[in-house]
C-alpha cells in the first residue's frame, strides 16, 4: 500500500469511528425539562433523575433544564444522591449555547469544552461557566438563581 492510500485510509477509519460515537451519544439524548421558577429558584424534582428499567431503578447522570424566563438552558449534573451541579450553558468564550454530551458541555462554535463542575477542558475558552447553588431537600432540588 502506498503513502496515499494508506493516510486517506486511516484518516477514514479515524473519521467513521469519531461519527459513530457521536451518533451514539445523540441516540442516548438528553432530557430537556420545563422547569417551575419559585421566587428566586428553580424547581426540579428528583424523580425526573430516575429511569426504570425492568423494574430496577438507575439514575440519569444529567438533565438540561428551560424555562422561558431563562435565556440559556441550565445542565444539572448528578454526581450522587447528594451532590449535584448546575451551570449556565453559554460558553464564556462568545457566548453561544453550549450542548450536553454527557459529562461534558460543548462549544459547537470553536469546540471549547468544559466538564460537569463548568471548569475549561478545552480552549479557547479560558473562563469557568456561570453555577449556581443547589440544594436538595423534600424530593427536589433548589437552584438559586440569585446573583
Known sequence: MNRKKFIKTCGLACLSTS?????????????????????????????DFEIVKKSEKAYRNYLVIQNEKLKYPIYIFRFSEKEYSALYMQCTHQGVELTAYGDKLVCSAHGSEFD???????????????????????????ISLKS
Open 116 to 142: 460537569n463542575k463548568g471548569n475549561v477542558q478545552n480552549s479557547p475558552a479560558s473562563k469557568a461557566l456561570r453555577t449556581f447553588p443547589v440544594i436538595s431537600e423534600n424530593n427536589q432540588l433548589k
Open 19 to 47: 461519527a459513530f460515537g457521536l451518533l451514539l451519544q445523540s441516540c442516548s439524548g438528553s432530557k430537556i425539562i420545563a422547569a417551575q421558577i419559585v421566587g428566586e429558584n428553580i424547581i426540579v424534582p428528583l424523580k
